[in-house]
């Protein structure tokens, strides 16, 4: 359930609304925002899903909407499952009527509350804001108000197959060079060593950056132009000049099936894949942070997830509000549900997690153990008008176009107009 993945083929579900009044199931509009009966009842909530790809997930989304409709009858819910760019979609719903009272977001941006599109939720949380960790609170805290709730967190990680890399002597690599090394003698004329996605990059760029000590927005200031970053990026080029990546496969780094399907030993995938990977692999596989670069570097995790937010614009406001608390604050058992049975998945709120068994053993504790002592999650300012300058140019620097130093000062540059505007 990647936040990254919203546009891609992985939530290539068929779009459509299912309205539920009083516990009853109603169709409605396939086109996101159509109207739908609300059968008597005295408010009809839209709700906005993107097209999640794990199986099952479309159907408890739902499940839980009968559940809140059945024990709130005067408040019929409509789900509206959006195929395609949902980002796209949804940011243009905002602009115009018949935008949706709930609505799911990966990557929290603060523009749109500072927009004044999004509710404060300081009083949806009450009592049970102690049962949140302190980042998912900063991540969607503006201004000292709180403009969501994180309903899950997503980990990215790297797999390994552990028999490769034992035939091949090569220990789990610990920092960049060993994963360089590693993915260059694993590459042969039959495949690659490392998948990091289909356009050679994927979130390493990001890694690189945290894994020097680097940071890409601190105080409120572009930061991804610093002489640790410009050295991490520029150290990825080392992956494309080896010729050890995976390109151009069927699926993309969201889906382990390079990994599973013995095409690569190594993968950048998530959490939420590992149900997948142990069917298909048993025990042959372990996990690693993105390796620290250098001695003085430091090992990284990614942690995303998708936050619940409320139409402050809408005209149901406090329903939405009593929805949210009902799923994301109220609903334990559901909670629990969302992040086990559909993939695996961190649960935000602490109380829940201590209750997740399948994310208690193994590998899956192992990973949840490296998103709590190497996690980094993208800065709330991140939104695409500042995050689409610096991929463009670690794009560049991987193919060798242009000095590094000056493609990502121009990067920087660019993106902190945006930010300014963003912010002001």
């Keep these: 359930m990647s936040a990254r993945s919203s546009q891609l083929s992985r939530r290539g579900f068929l779009g459509g ?9 109603v169709g409605c509009s396939t086109t996101p925002g159509g109207s739908g009966d609300a059968g008597g009842a005295g408010t009809t909530l839209n709700v906005w899903s993107h097209a999640y790809g794990e199986a099952g997930t479309q159907q408890a ?16 819910v409509k789900v509206t499952w959006v195929p395609g760019d949902y980002t796209a979609k949804l940011n243009a719903s905002l602009l115009a009527d018949g935008a949706p009272d709930v609505f799911e977001i990966g990557d929290f941006s603060q523009a749109l509350a500072r927009r004044g599109q999004i509710a404060p939720l300081d009083d949806v949380y009450g009592s049970a804001k102690a049962d949140f960790g302190q980042g998912d609170l900063d991540y969607v805290t503006v201004d000292g108000k709180i403009y969501g709730i994180k309903m899950i967190d997503d980990v990215m990680m790297l797999y390994y197959r552990k028999s490769v890399l034992a035939k091949a002597g090569i220990t789990p690599p610990t920092t960049f060079d060993a994963l ?11 495949g690659k060593g490392l998948f990091l996605g ?7 760029p990001i890694l690189a950056v945290w894994s020097n000590g680097g940071e890409l927005v601190a ?13 991490a990026v520029t150290a990825l080029k080392r992956l494309a000049d080896d010729q050890s990546l995976l390109l151009g496969f069927t699926t993309d ?13 190594i993968q950048w995938c998530g959490l939420w894949a590992m149900p997948a990977v142990k069917t298909a692999l048993g025990d042959d596989f372990g996990v690693l942070p993105w390796p620290a670069f250098g001695s003085a ?11 619940s937010c409320v139409n402050a614009k809408g005209k149901h406001v406090e329903a939405a509000k009593k929805f949210v608390k009902w799923l994301w604050v109220e609903q334990s058992d559901l909670q629990k549900d969302w992040s086990e049975s559909y ?11 201590a209750t997740a068994d399948k994310l208690s053993q193994g590998t899956a504790k192992e990973t949840v153990e490296l998103a709590a002592t190497s996690g980094r999650s993208n800065p709330n300012t991140w939104d695409t008008e500042v995050s689409t300058p610096f991929a463009a140019a670690a794009k560049k620097i991987v193919s060798g176009q242009g000095d590094p130093a000056q493609l990502l000062a121009d990067a920087a540059a660019q993106a902190q107009t945006a930010l300014d505007k963003q912010r002001s």
């Design 198 to 204: 289909n356009d050679g990059i994927g979130d390493s």
């Design 219 to 231: 105080d409120g200031k572009v930061a991804y132009a610093s002489p640790k970053a410009v050295e």
């Design 297 to 307: 570097g430091k090992p990284v995790v990614r942690v995303g997830g998708w936050t």
């Design 61 to 76: 989304l739902t499940r839980y909407a009968a559940q809140f409709t059945k024990a709130n009858p005067d408040i019929a």
């Design 343 to 353: 993939g695996f998945h961190v649960p935000p709120r602490r109380p829940v997690a």
């Design 253 to 265: 780094w969201w889906d382990p099936s390079a990994f599973t399907q013995n095409v690569v030993p």
């Design 17 to 25: 609304s299912l309205l539920f009044v009083a516990g009853a199931a």
């Design 180 to 190: 360089a090394s590693a993915a260059k003698a694993l590459t042969s004329k039959s």
